[in-house]
């Protein structure tokens, strides 16, 4: 078993034995709302949203993106489970604004291990094979963090599935301060 499997495994047996009442929690989430955020490790959604257990969806996948799955989890999480808001929140110094599509099909062709980054770019370190599969992935770089905050909260509210009642609001966090600033 690896160090970090056992890690979590310890963790998880510390949290089971104070779960107590939250195996009581509804399915819905008890404030109402959703998050789109990025998967980046140093935004902790609970803590900048102040949220507990129970209370919103919190959707996460790289750069905080409207992708299709996104949208689809935002729209079951208002048609089955009651959302009536949601916030997209991107944030500064993401790593989606350091490469293109391009850079990521090349690396991808390249080999599947893990490239490295340095002031002159990115760089594929790996023996090979890669594979061609990349290039028909919209990779939904990001060039500045506002635009792609707008962008995502424009293509969710025109979406043909989602409400014109609900609010969408859009955010950047700022990994320096911690705060939420409203685009």
């Not at 490239?115 to 594979?131: E, N």
Request: proline fraction near 4%; charged fraction near 25%; include cysteine.
């Amino acid at each position: 078993m690896s160090k970090i499997k056992q890690e979590v495994l310890s963790a998880n047996e510390t949290y089971a034995t104070s779960f107590g009442e939250k195996s009581l929690l509804s399915m819905p989430p008890s404030r109402g709302f959703a998050i789109l955020t990025c998967m980046d490790a140093r935004l902790d959604p609970a803590k900048y949203a102040g949220l507990a257990e129970g209370d919103a969806h919190v959707i996460r996948n790289a750069g905080g993106r409207a992708s299709d799955d996104a949208i689809r989890s935002l729209v079951i999480s208002h048609k089955l489970l009651g959302t009536n808001e949601w916030f997209v929140i991107h944030h500064t110094n993401c790593g989606m604004e350091t490469f293109t599509d391009e850079i990521m099909r090349e690396l991808l062709a390249s080999s599947l291990d893990t490239a490295s980054v340095d002031d002159s770019g990115w760089h594929d370190h790996g023996a090979g094979p890669g594979s061609r599969e990349g290039d028909y992935i919209d990779w939904l770089t990001i060039k500045e963090q506002t635009d792609s905050v707008k962008a995502d909260v424009k293509r969710i509210k025109e979406h043909p599935l989602v409400p014109h009642s609900i609010p969408v609001h859009g955010f950047v966090y700022h990994c320096e301060t911690g705060r939420l600033v409203e685009v």
